[in-house]
């Protein structure tokens, strides 16, 4: 965990996002520094999951817009109009923003190493010997050096959980995304994916966690954002959000989970 708010990486300016005439995200403000570890906490329904699906264009933002490293996402400049990118220059975006699901989305018929291969082969153009390196050096990383040639089928939930974390680091990306990566999990396989969580964030990553585990946000994050309604409610640090928060819905939402 940092203790100095440094200069931004991401910024999200004004982002709503609407399903028809349902409003999921409502006029969303939210900086994060570079290598600041951010916790979203909030009610199922707030607009969590799709904050995240909006930041690497998933989820096009209805209005507003958010910028990586001053470099706004799905669309370019030109002529005072903005021009929505092209999926392969949407794609090459999206190698700067690491995406771990809560549903794994591993693909079925590669293995652990090939799924960690599959993206820089593909995205970045590298052979596979070079992908086949890094895929082992990740897969140790997260304590999976036994477990490189087994299939999704053959791990458990917290295994391939930690697969998927380590394909999101095979792009290196300036960001990582991460939506509710334990609720998915049995209890006794949640601690060894936090655990890998924590070891990223002590890495200086630039990480944006949506979770449910109050007490991993407290001891992870930088910054703690309430959401609810589609709306940020509160932030700032764990200590205020979490121990002192000032609004009565933060209140109210941390008496029912904490």
């Known amino acids: 965990m940092n203790t100095v708010k ?5 910024e999200i300016r004004a982002v709503s996002k609407s399903f028809g005439a349902d409003v999921v995200l409502d006029d969303i403000d939210l900086t994060v520094g570079r290598g600041e570890v951010v916790a979203i906490i909030g009610p199922s329904g707030s607009g969590k999951s799709t904050l995240l699906r909006a930041i690497n264009h998933l989820h096009p933002p209805t209005s507003g817009f958010v910028l990586l490293d001053d470099e706004l996402i799905g669309f370019r400049r030109g002529n005072r109009v903005l021009h929505r990118l092209s999926p392969s220059e949407l794609l090459r975006q999206r190698t700067r923003i690491g995406f771990v699901f809560q549903d794994f989305n591993l693909f079925p018929h590669l293995s652990a190493a090939e799924n960690v291969m599959e993206a820089p082969i593909s995205a970045l153009h590298r052979s596979r010997d070079e992908a086949a390196a890094q895929a082992k050096e990740l897969l ?33 990306p300036e960001l990582i995304l991460f ?23 002590r ?41 002192n928060p000032d609004n009565r819905r933060t209140r109210d939402f941390l008496s029912r989970v904490v």
């Open 6 to 10: 440094a200069s931004p990486l991401l």
């Open 203 to 243: 890495t200086g990553r630039t990480l944006l966690i949506v979770t449910h585990e109050i007490s991993f946000a407290r001891r992870v994050a930088d910054t703690v954002v309430f959401m609810d309604g589609g709306r940020i409610i509160e932030s700032g640090t764990p200590a205020a959000v979490l121990d």
């Open 140 to 172: 140790g990383r997260v304590g999976l050096t036994d477990r490189a040639d087994a299939y999704p089928r053959q791990l458990s939930g917290g295994q391939q959980q930690r697969v998927a974390i380590a394909r999101a680091l095979a792009l290196d």
């Open 179 to 201: 939506d509710e990566p334990t609720s998915a999990l049995d209890p006794e396989l949640v601690d060894e994916v936090l655990q890998v969580i924590i070891e990223l964030a």
